[in-house]
């Protein structure tokens, strides 16, 4: 019986040993268990233990169960968190230069966006994400940002104006939308679909799959094609953290990662072509937005490139002009 107890306890402290040997990779996010990247970071989290063989425990905290996308962002550079999916625009206030990769009507399409972002442009922020403490793991597709309210429909420049819009805490984009007459909000995710549902605000502008899957169509009535803005989602670690791995771990974290990442691209483009349809089928009224529109809405925001450009700095304004060039933007 004395044997058999001792063996008892000799197998349970191996057992919690075991246990305590793995890496424990926790990561959060502010978007929705439906959303792709949701979906995108339990392919990560399939992918690095399968290439660890069940070595590293990734535990996945999606739709705010870690808080708002601002409190991620702050709980990952205090390493309180090892890694999380955010907006890119969510880091601009740590990050500024990230605006660049933020101004009104920049991308004609998201192959475009994307060829930025995984070229010197990209490489330039990750440098500027590292003096934060931050490690960029890559970007994945938010997509083109879309306008919603409750007020009306959005014909022409003019009905913009006077409308309190809440925005993500971007100066870049905040400055767009004044430039357009409205009156915007910062405001975090978590809070906005109370903010619409009491008529604090009018409206808000977000892909069409998260207009979908955050339920927005049930507090809003409007929406319209604008693709003011061509947004990301940064995958960021903790520096101190990941500097801390060994090396084949870091490659198990980056190869994993990199599969996700395409996963989510592919995805995004189809939750994206499905999320209009879908609004309209759960009583949207969907205003296309007509050349003469869309052309105001870019004479009405050009400046606020200029103006952005102006702020930052100017090696990496420089990389992304000839980026743009080569692309023939």
Aim: proline share 3%.
């Amino acid at each position: 019986m004395i044997i058999k107890t001792a063996l008892s306890v000799s197998f349970l402290a191996l057992a919690a040993a075991s246990a305590q040997a793995k890496e424990v990779i926790r990561v959060a996010g502010n978007f929705a268990t439906e959303h792709s990247s949701s979906l995108a970071m339990l392919k990560f989290e399939e992918e690095l233990e399968r290439l660890s063989n069940g070595e590293i425990d990734v535990n996945i905290f999606p739709a705010q169960q870690l808080g708002g996308a601002a409190e991620n962002v702050q709980a990952v550079k205090i390493g309180a968190i090892e890694l999380m999916w955010v907006g890119t625009a969510y880091l601009t206030r740590t990050v500024p230069e990230l605006e660049v990769i933020g101004l009104p009507f920049q991308f004609p399409d998201r192959e475009t966006a994307f060829a930025i972002v995984d070229g010197p442009v990209g490489a330039a922020l990750d440098d500027k994400m590292a003096n934060e403490g931050l490690t960029s793991l890559g970007y994945m597709e938010l997509g083109f940002r879309q306008l919603t309210n409750n007020a009306r429909p959005i014909v022409n420049v003019e009905d913009i104006e006077g409308l309190k819009i809440r925005l993500q805490p971007n100066e870049t984009h905040l400055a767009t939308f004044r430039a357009l007459g409205a009156n915007p909000v910062a405001m975090d995710v978590k809070e906005l679909y109370s903010a619409l549902e009491q008529g604090v605000i009018d409206g808000q502008e977000n892909p069409f799959a998260i207009i979908n899957v955050a339920g927005y169509a049930e507090v809003q009535e409007h929406v319209s094609n604008t693709g003011h803005f061509f947004d990301f989602i940064s995958v960021v670690a903790n520096e101190k953290w990941f500097d801390g791995l060994d090396a084949d771990t870091k490659a198990m974290v980056e190869e994993a990662m990199g599969t996700a990442i395409a996963f989510q691209r592919d995805l995004a483009a189809e939750q994206d072509a499905e999320g209009l349809a879908l609004l309209e089928a759960d009583g949207m009224i969907y205003t296309e937005v007509s050349p003469e529109l869309a052309s105001a809405l870019r004479e009405k925001t050009a400046g606020v490139a200029a103006d952005t450009k102006a702020r930052l700095d100017p090696e990496l304004v420089t990389i992304l002009d000839a980026e743009t060039g080569k692309l023939g933007m």
